[in-house]
């Protein structure tokens, strides 16, 4: 197990069922179909699923550059990132003992925007052959 980047994002409850090694991260991204993000504007907090990819060491968000997300996170607002990934439910004969067995990713930062048209498009390719496989071909 690699060690976290800083004692303030570690995982506290059964801290030996984290993880922090780059390879289990990018396949919990990669697996992912929806994020959540959290951003704060003017005081108010804000967490909204978003559509995501992976391209290297970096996450892409898709989105309306209208929106309040990205103009939030176009600004330089930190923002945190969640994927997660339901493996089931524990069920057991008492209500408060169960539990969910779940995989998920938590990345804190700031966005950065993407200007250049062709990477744009990269991006975008990568964003609908995360999402459908094979997608790509058959849209304009």
Known sequence: MTEPPS????????PQRADYDRATIDKILDEGLICHVGFSVDGQTFVLP??????????????????????????GAEACLC???????????????????????????????V????????????LMEHLVPGR???VR
């Open 136 to 138: 790509w071909a058959d």
């Open 83 to 113: 994927v997660t990934l339901l493996d089931g439910l524990v069920l057991a004969r008492s209500a408060m003992h169960h539990s969910m067995n779940y995989r998920s990713v938590v990345l804190f930062g700031r966005a950065s925007v």
């Open 50 to 75: 978003m559509i995501h990819v992976r391209v290297g060491d970096k996450v892409y968000l898709h989105g309306s550059p209208g929106s309040r997300t990205l103009q939030a996170l176009a600004r």
């Open 115 to 126: 200007d250049d048209p062709i990477e744009k498009l990269e991006i975008l390719r990568a």
């Open 7 to 14: 004692d303030r994002t570690t995982v506290k409850r059964k």
